[in-house]
Protein backbone atom coordinates (compact mmCIF):
# COMPACT_ATOMS: atom_id res chain seq x y z
CA UNK A 1 0.00 0.00 0.00
CA UNK A 2 1.26 3.30 -1.16
CA UNK A 3 -0.04 6.41 0.99
CA UNK A 4 -0.10 9.52 -0.76
CA UNK A 5 -0.63 12.56 1.63
CA UNK A 6 -0.55 14.91 -0.73
CA UNK A 7 -4.20 13.47 -1.80
CA UNK A 8 -5.99 13.65 1.42
CA UNK A 9 -8.71 16.23 1.47
CA UNK A 10 -9.77 19.24 3.35
CA UNK A 11 -11.14 18.01 6.75
CA UNK A 12 -13.88 20.32 7.74
CA UNK A 13 -13.97 22.81 10.71
CA UNK A 14 -17.37 21.77 13.18
CA UNK A 15 -18.93 24.72 12.07
CA UNK A 16 -18.88 24.03 8.60
CA UNK A 17 -20.46 20.77 9.14
CA UNK A 18 -23.48 21.68 11.27
CA UNK A 19 -24.01 24.34 9.01
CA UNK A 20 -23.91 22.25 5.67
CA UNK A 21 -26.02 19.65 7.53
CA UNK A 22 -28.81 21.92 8.85
CA UNK A 23 -28.87 24.00 5.56
CA UNK A 24 -29.22 20.64 3.48
CA UNK A 25 -31.70 19.54 6.30
CA UNK A 26 -34.02 22.72 5.48
CA UNK A 27 -34.04 22.31 2.01
CA UNK A 28 -35.71 18.87 2.97
CA UNK A 29 -38.22 20.40 4.73
CA UNK A 30 -39.25 23.01 2.21
CA UNK A 31 -39.44 20.12 -0.49
CA UNK A 32 -42.43 18.21 1.96
CA UNK A 33 -45.89 18.93 0.30
CA UNK A 34 -48.66 17.56 2.29
CA UNK A 35 -52.31 18.99 2.18
CA UNK A 36 -52.56 17.90 6.73
CA UNK A 37 -50.92 20.52 8.75
CA UNK A 38 -49.79 17.99 11.66
CA UNK A 39 -48.92 15.27 8.68
CA UNK A 40 -46.52 17.79 6.74
CA UNK A 41 -45.28 19.14 10.16
CA UNK A 42 -44.37 15.63 10.93
CA UNK A 43 -42.62 14.98 7.80
CA UNK A 44 -40.81 17.83 7.63
CA UNK A 45 -39.20 17.29 11.73
CA UNK A 46 -38.45 13.87 10.89
CA UNK A 47 -36.71 15.01 7.56
CA UNK A 48 -34.70 17.49 9.17
CA UNK A 49 -33.19 15.45 11.97
CA UNK A 50 -32.77 12.36 9.52
CA UNK A 51 -31.21 14.85 7.03
CA UNK A 52 -28.90 16.64 9.25
CA UNK A 53 -27.78 13.57 10.97
CA UNK A 54 -27.32 11.75 7.65
CA UNK A 55 -24.88 15.14 5.99
CA UNK A 56 -23.11 14.87 9.83
CA UNK A 57 -22.72 10.84 9.56
CA UNK A 58 -21.71 10.88 5.52
CA UNK A 59 -18.75 13.61 6.13
CA UNK A 60 -17.17 11.77 9.35
CA UNK A 61 -17.09 8.48 7.87
CA UNK A 62 -15.91 9.71 4.52
CA UNK A 63 -13.05 11.37 6.39
CA UNK A 64 -12.18 8.40 7.93
CA UNK A 65 -11.99 6.52 5.55
CA UNK A 66 -9.84 9.29 3.14
CA UNK A 67 -7.03 8.67 6.02
CA UNK A 68 -4.68 5.40 6.01
CA UNK A 69 -5.32 2.89 8.43
CA UNK A 70 -2.74 2.88 10.25
CA UNK A 71 -2.92 -1.54 10.67
CA UNK A 72 -2.51 -1.58 6.62
CA UNK A 73 0.32 1.45 6.22
CA UNK A 74 3.95 0.32 5.24
CA UNK A 75 5.95 0.56 8.60
CA UNK A 76 7.76 3.24 7.25
CA UNK A 77 4.23 5.78 6.91
CA UNK A 78 3.68 4.97 10.43
CA UNK A 79 7.19 5.60 11.77
CA UNK A 80 6.62 9.14 10.15
CA UNK A 81 2.92 9.34 11.39
CA UNK A 82 4.97 8.75 15.17
CA UNK A 83 7.14 10.91 14.49
CA UNK A 84 5.10 13.82 13.26
CA UNK A 85 2.02 13.63 14.81
CA UNK A 86 1.66 10.75 17.27
CA UNK A 87 0.63 7.45 16.16
CA UNK A 88 -2.09 7.17 19.95
CA UNK A 89 -3.26 10.73 18.77
CA UNK A 90 -3.85 9.72 14.93
CA UNK A 91 -5.86 6.80 16.45
CA UNK A 92 -7.96 8.60 18.97
CA UNK A 93 -9.13 11.66 16.80
CA UNK A 94 -10.07 9.35 14.05
CA UNK A 95 -12.16 7.00 16.21
CA UNK A 96 -13.82 10.48 17.97
CA UNK A 97 -14.77 10.81 13.90
CA UNK A 98 -16.61 7.47 14.16
CA UNK A 99 -17.82 7.73 17.47
CA UNK A 100 -19.46 11.14 16.73
CA UNK A 101 -20.61 9.58 13.55
CA UNK A 102 -22.62 7.01 15.32
CA UNK A 103 -23.99 9.10 18.08
CA UNK A 104 -25.64 11.53 15.46
CA UNK A 105 -28.13 9.01 14.01
CA UNK A 106 -28.69 7.42 17.45
CA UNK A 107 -29.60 11.03 18.37
CA UNK A 108 -31.58 11.06 14.57
CA UNK A 109 -33.47 7.70 15.64
CA UNK A 110 -34.33 8.67 19.03
CA UNK A 111 -36.19 12.46 18.35
CA UNK A 112 -37.93 11.02 15.24
CA UNK A 113 -39.47 8.61 17.77
CA UNK A 114 -41.00 11.27 19.76
CA UNK A 115 -41.95 13.68 16.26
CA UNK A 116 -43.92 10.54 15.38
CA UNK A 117 -45.73 9.88 18.58
CA UNK A 118 -47.02 12.95 18.93
CA UNK A 119 -50.05 15.33 17.01
CA UNK A 120 -49.00 18.41 18.91
CA UNK A 121 -46.83 20.45 16.56
CA UNK A 122 -45.64 22.23 19.26
CA UNK A 123 -43.68 19.11 20.46
CA UNK A 124 -43.06 18.09 17.24
CA UNK A 125 -41.10 21.33 16.72
CA UNK A 126 -39.48 21.02 20.27
CA UNK A 127 -38.19 17.43 19.21
CA UNK A 128 -36.16 18.85 16.53
CA UNK A 129 -34.79 21.87 18.50
CA UNK A 130 -33.66 18.94 21.29
CA UNK A 131 -32.06 17.09 18.19
CA UNK A 132 -30.52 19.77 16.87
CA UNK A 133 -29.12 21.03 20.69
CA UNK A 134 -28.08 17.06 21.23
CA UNK A 135 -25.71 16.86 17.59
CA UNK A 136 -24.77 20.48 18.29
CA UNK A 137 -23.32 18.47 21.92
CA UNK A 138 -21.93 15.73 19.80
CA UNK A 139 -20.27 18.34 17.36
CA UNK A 140 -18.48 19.79 19.59
CA UNK A 141 -17.09 17.31 21.13
CA UNK A 142 -16.05 16.04 17.71
CA UNK A 143 -14.92 19.75 16.48
CA UNK A 144 -11.28 19.33 18.40
CA UNK A 145 -10.73 16.03 16.26
CA UNK A 146 -11.68 17.84 12.96
CA UNK A 147 -9.26 20.52 14.01
CA UNK A 148 -6.50 18.28 14.72
CA UNK A 149 -6.31 16.37 11.49
CA UNK A 150 -6.73 19.62 9.70
CA UNK A 151 -3.11 20.89 10.98
CA UNK A 152 -1.83 16.83 11.12
CA UNK A 153 -3.21 16.85 7.07
CA UNK A 154 -0.56 20.28 6.26
CA UNK A 155 1.92 18.00 8.61
CA UNK A 156 1.72 15.06 6.62
CA UNK A 157 1.18 16.72 3.00
CA UNK A 158 4.96 17.63 3.75
CA UNK A 159 5.71 14.05 3.95
CA UNK A 160 7.95 12.10 1.31
CA UNK A 161 5.94 9.87 -0.77
CA UNK A 162 8.00 6.15 -1.42
CA UNK A 163 7.97 3.41 -3.18
CA UNK A 164 8.71 0.49 -0.92
CA UNK A 165 8.93 -2.07 -4.37
CA UNK A 166 12.09 -0.02 -5.26
CA UNK A 167 15.27 -0.21 -4.06
CA UNK A 168 15.34 2.45 -1.70
CA UNK A 169 19.29 3.88 -0.53
CA UNK A 170 19.16 5.74 2.87
CA UNK A 171 21.99 8.69 3.08
CA UNK A 172 22.79 9.03 6.95
CA UNK A 173 25.82 10.65 8.78
CA UNK A 174 26.49 13.66 11.02
CA UNK A 175 24.56 17.37 10.00
CA UNK A 176 26.50 19.24 6.89
CA UNK A 177 28.36 16.26 6.30
CA UNK A 178 27.08 16.81 2.42
CA UNK A 179 24.62 14.17 2.34
CA UNK A 180 22.19 17.37 0.39
CA UNK A 181 25.04 17.77 -2.66
CA UNK A 182 25.80 14.43 -2.44
CA UNK A 183 21.90 13.02 -3.59
CA UNK A 184 21.56 16.52 -5.51
CA UNK A 185 24.63 15.07 -7.74
CA UNK A 186 23.71 11.64 -8.03
CA UNK A 187 20.13 11.90 -8.39
CA UNK A 188 17.16 14.27 -9.49
CA UNK A 189 16.53 15.27 -6.08
CA UNK A 190 16.37 18.98 -5.77
CA UNK A 191 17.82 19.71 -1.93
CA UNK A 192 18.44 22.61 -0.32
CA UNK A 193 22.30 23.41 0.26
CA UNK A 194 24.27 25.45 2.39
CA UNK A 195 26.80 25.68 5.28
CA UNK A 196 24.54 25.33 8.26
CA UNK A 197 23.64 22.02 10.27
CA UNK A 198 20.25 20.84 9.75
CA UNK A 199 19.72 22.40 6.54
CA UNK A 200 17.73 19.03 5.16
CA UNK A 201 14.46 19.89 7.32
CA UNK A 202 12.46 16.65 6.32
CA UNK A 203 13.40 13.58 4.33
CA UNK A 204 13.86 14.27 1.02
CA UNK A 205 13.57 11.90 -2.14
CA UNK A 206 15.74 11.84 -5.17
CA UNK A 207 15.83 9.15 -7.77
CA UNK A 208 18.70 7.84 -10.16
CA UNK A 209 17.48 5.45 -12.98
CA UNK A 210 19.97 2.42 -13.92
CA UNK A 211 19.22 -0.21 -16.89
CA UNK A 212 15.30 1.19 -16.84
CA UNK A 213 14.91 0.36 -12.84
CA UNK A 214 14.59 3.72 -10.72
CA UNK A 215 16.41 4.08 -7.70
CA UNK A 216 15.77 5.99 -4.75
CA UNK A 217 17.63 7.84 -2.60
CA UNK A 218 16.73 9.03 0.47
CA UNK A 219 17.96 12.28 2.50
CA UNK A 220 17.33 12.25 6.05
CA UNK A 221 17.70 15.05 8.81
CA UNK A 222 21.17 15.35 10.22
CA UNK A 223 21.55 12.73 13.54
CA UNK A 224 23.05 13.90 16.83
CA UNK A 225 25.56 11.54 18.58
CA UNK A 226 22.61 12.03 21.74
CA UNK A 227 20.71 8.77 23.41
CA UNK A 228 17.10 8.14 21.43
CA UNK A 229 14.99 9.26 24.21
CA UNK A 230 16.75 12.74 23.40
CA UNK A 231 16.03 13.31 19.84
CA UNK A 232 13.81 15.54 18.45
CA UNK A 233 11.54 14.91 16.02
CA UNK A 234 13.31 15.34 12.78
CA UNK A 235 15.70 13.27 14.07
CA UNK A 236 13.28 10.84 14.42
CA UNK A 237 12.15 10.90 11.29
CA UNK A 238 15.58 9.65 10.13
CA UNK A 239 15.07 6.89 12.33
CA UNK A 240 11.93 5.97 10.75
CA UNK A 241 13.66 6.43 7.47
CA UNK A 242 16.77 3.72 8.53
CA UNK A 243 14.14 1.24 10.55
CA UNK A 244 12.08 0.80 7.28
CA UNK A 245 12.68 1.34 4.55
CA UNK A 246 16.58 0.86 3.42
CA UNK A 247 17.48 -1.38 1.23
CA UNK A 248 20.75 0.05 1.57
CA UNK A 249 22.13 2.80 4.04
CA UNK A 250 24.95 4.69 2.79
CA UNK A 251 26.59 6.41 5.65
CA UNK A 252 28.79 9.68 5.03
CA UNK A 253 31.59 10.65 7.11
CA UNK A 254 33.47 13.51 7.16
CA UNK A 255 37.50 13.18 7.63
CA UNK A 256 38.11 17.02 7.30
CA UNK A 257 35.57 17.59 10.59
CA UNK A 258 34.56 20.24 8.79
CA UNK A 259 30.88 19.58 9.16
CA UNK A 260 31.23 20.62 12.43
CA UNK A 261 31.71 17.02 14.30
CA UNK A 262 34.78 15.79 15.33
CA UNK A 263 35.63 12.49 13.82
CA UNK A 264 35.33 10.20 17.47
CA UNK A 265 31.78 11.64 17.60
CA UNK A 266 31.46 10.79 14.04
CA UNK A 267 32.43 7.04 14.11
CA UNK A 268 30.39 6.97 17.74
CA UNK A 269 27.52 8.10 15.66
CA UNK A 270 28.10 5.25 12.83
CA UNK A 271 28.40 2.60 16.07
CA UNK A 272 24.97 3.69 16.75
CA UNK A 273 23.48 3.25 12.98
CA UNK A 274 25.15 -0.13 13.14
CA UNK A 275 22.89 -0.67 15.82
CA UNK A 276 20.20 0.09 15.00
CA UNK A 277 20.24 -1.65 11.42
CA UNK A 278 21.30 -4.72 12.09
CA UNK A 279 19.89 -6.40 9.33
CA UNK A 280 20.41 -4.07 6.72
CA UNK A 281 23.99 -3.68 4.66
CA UNK A 282 25.80 -0.54 5.29
CA UNK A 283 28.50 1.53 3.23
CA UNK A 284 30.82 3.73 4.98
CA UNK A 285 31.94 6.24 2.47
CA UNK A 286 33.97 9.33 2.73
CA UNK A 287 32.41 12.66 1.19
CA UNK A 288 33.94 15.78 0.09
CA UNK A 289 37.45 14.10 -1.18
CA UNK A 290 38.29 17.24 -3.01
CA UNK A 291 39.07 18.67 0.61
CA UNK A 292 40.90 15.66 1.62
CA UNK A 293 44.96 16.47 1.58
CA UNK A 294 46.40 15.10 -0.33
CA UNK A 295 43.86 14.22 -2.80
CA UNK A 296 43.11 10.24 -2.88
CA UNK A 297 45.98 8.67 -5.03
CA UNK A 298 43.50 7.29 -7.68
CA UNK A 299 42.20 11.34 -8.00
CA UNK A 300 42.84 11.53 -11.94
CA UNK A 301 42.61 7.98 -12.82
CA UNK A 302 38.91 7.21 -11.87
CA UNK A 303 38.09 10.85 -13.09
CA UNK A 304 39.48 10.21 -16.21
CA UNK A 305 38.16 6.67 -15.90
CA UNK A 306 34.34 8.03 -15.28
CA UNK A 307 34.73 10.68 -17.90
CA UNK A 308 35.12 8.10 -20.74
CA UNK A 309 32.51 5.95 -19.56
CA UNK A 310 30.32 8.96 -19.70
CA UNK A 311 31.48 10.01 -23.13
CA UNK A 312 30.54 6.32 -24.65
CA UNK A 313 26.80 6.83 -23.56
CA UNK A 314 26.75 5.77 -20.07
CA UNK A 315 25.98 2.35 -21.23
CA UNK A 316 26.30 -1.35 -19.06
CA UNK A 317 27.73 -1.41 -15.62
CA UNK A 318 31.12 -1.46 -15.78
CA UNK A 319 33.46 -1.68 -13.09
CA UNK A 320 34.88 1.37 -12.42
CA UNK A 321 37.52 1.91 -10.35
CA UNK A 322 36.40 3.15 -6.61
CA UNK A 323 37.95 6.12 -5.57
CA UNK A 324 39.37 5.59 -2.13
CA UNK A 325 40.85 7.37 0.75
CA UNK A 326 43.91 7.06 2.32
CA UNK A 327 41.57 4.44 4.68
CA UNK A 328 40.41 2.32 1.87
CA UNK A 329 37.40 3.58 2.28
CA UNK A 330 35.06 4.71 -1.04
CA UNK A 331 34.89 8.34 -1.19
CA UNK A 332 33.51 10.89 -3.71
CA UNK A 333 33.57 14.68 -4.56
CA UNK A 334 29.83 16.07 -5.43
CA UNK A 335 31.51 19.32 -5.74
CA UNK A 336 34.02 17.86 -8.67
CA UNK A 337 32.00 14.99 -9.69
CA UNK A 338 34.89 12.77 -9.26
CA UNK A 339 33.55 9.30 -7.72
CA UNK A 340 29.79 9.53 -8.12
CA UNK A 341 29.47 7.23 -11.26
CA UNK A 342 31.51 4.55 -9.84
CA UNK A 343 30.10 4.70 -6.48
CA UNK A 344 26.62 4.59 -7.73
CA UNK A 345 27.40 1.68 -10.01
CA UNK A 346 28.58 -0.07 -6.61
CA UNK A 347 25.62 1.08 -4.86
CA UNK A 348 23.24 -1.03 -7.85
CA UNK A 349 25.70 -3.80 -7.64
CA UNK A 350 24.92 -4.11 -3.73
CA UNK A 351 21.56 -3.21 -3.44
CA UNK A 352 21.04 -6.02 -6.48
CA UNK A 353 22.34 -8.57 -4.17
CA UNK A 354 20.48 -7.50 -1.35
CA UNK A 355 17.21 -8.37 -3.22
CA UNK A 356 15.01 -10.53 -0.89
CA UNK A 357 13.71 -12.92 -3.63
CA UNK A 358 9.98 -14.28 -2.96
CA UNK A 359 9.89 -18.16 -3.78
CA UNK A 360 6.42 -17.45 -4.80
CA UNK A 361 7.37 -15.31 -7.64
CA UNK A 362 8.36 -17.13 -10.83
CA UNK A 363 11.06 -15.67 -12.05
CA UNK A 364 12.11 -13.56 -15.30
CA UNK A 365 11.61 -15.90 -18.29
CA UNK A 366 10.80 -18.87 -17.05
CA UNK A 367 8.57 -19.92 -19.73
CA UNK A 368 11.89 -20.12 -21.61
CA UNK A 369 13.64 -22.39 -19.17
CA UNK A 370 14.05 -25.79 -20.61
Not at 342 to 364: F, I, S
Request: charged share 25%; net charge negative; aromatic share 6%.
Amino acid sequence: MKVTWRQLPTVLFEDEVLDKAFSRARKAADRVEDPNRVFRTRKQMTRMVQTAADIIHTILIETVQTWPSLDQSPQFDVAMIEACVGTDDYRHHLSMLQWGASQVQRIATQNNRKIIRTARIELMHDARREAYGRIGSIMGRVGPSLKWLNESREILKALPQIDSSLPVIVVCGAPNVGKSAFISALSSGNMEVNHYPFTTKQIHIGHFTQRRLQHQMVDTPGLLDRPMHERNSIELQAIAALEHIGSLVLFLIDRTEACGMSWQDQMNLLEDVERLLPGTELMVVSSKADALKPLPEDWDFVKESEERWRNNGSQGEPKLPLLLDDEGRPTMSALENVGLDALRLEVVRKVKAAEVVDPLVLPEGWHRSS
